[in-house]
């Protein structure tokens, strides 16, 4: 304790221990023996106001987020009859036509010889080919979450922020508090690294100290 309290005086940090530990404690122990009164309403009226800023900060990344970086949770195989919601690409896809009019998927009986009628197809074949189409696909829901920083960084070609391991000895791709300062440094002009130190504090708050906000 004595070397303790000569560091303390010696780095002028002593009046700060007497009064944020020695003389606030008794206080907290009170605090803690009879309890806080709690407000149900206001609790909740922060809540949802703390989720609906949560939200518009994440719809906030996600405006930001390539659509290239996002990830894809289906892609159809025909194109659905309500594409609402639903993205599309130019790709080139896969078919089996008729080799002489060309109609997709052709059966036997197309290729069919008559005897008084004449089939123009009668000597076609299947064909496989490859042309330019639209391909439907739903994105995944968006979550700032660490597979998407990576994504992102990945799609604009920017080195992944590594930090050493001491445990596994080896380097660790981390997105951690520090790395995205030091993302801020690197790319002041990109308005994701600080929204998404953002959208952490507040989820910090919601999940800790506030209480998440569930709609009935
Ligand atoms: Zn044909």
């Not at 002028?12 to 221990?17: A, E």
């Not at 405006?63 to 159809?76: G, K, M, Q, S």
């Not at 000597?123 to 496989?128: G, M």
């Amino acid at each position: 304790m004595r070397v303790i309290e000569e560091g303390l005086c010696k780095a002028g940090l002593w009046d700060v221990y007497e009064r944020d530990v020695l003389q606030l404690d008794p206080i907290l122990i009170h605090m803690q023996q009879v309890g806080m009164p709690l407000d149900g309403e206001i609790r909740e009226d922060r809540a949802k106001k703390l989720a609906e800023k949560q939200a518009a900060v994440k719809a906030e990344l996600e405006a930001l987020t390539p659509i290239e970086a996002r990830r894809i949770a289906h892609v159809y195989k025909k194109p659905p009859a309500d594409v609402t919601g639903l993205n599309h690409r130019e790709v080139l896809l896969r078919r089996v036509r008729c080799s002489v009019c060309g109609v997709e998927n052709p059966r036997k009986d197309h290729f069919k010889r008559f005897v008084k009628k004449v089939n123009l197809c009668a000597d076609a074949e299947r064909r496989n080919c490859t042309e330019p189409g639209d391909e439907y696909y739903r994105l995944a829901d968006y979550t700032p979450s660490r597979n998407q920083l990576i994504a992102y960084h990945n799609h604009l070609n920017r080195a992944l922020p590594l930090v050493w391991d001491r445990k596994e000895r080896r380097h660790k791709v981390s997105f951690n508090e520090e790395q995205m300062k030091k993302l801020i440094l690197k790319f002041p002009c990109d308005k994701m690294y600080p929204l998404i130190l953002d959208y952490r504090g507040l989820d910090k708050l919601a999940g800790t100290y506030i209480g998440r906000y569930i709609a009935d």
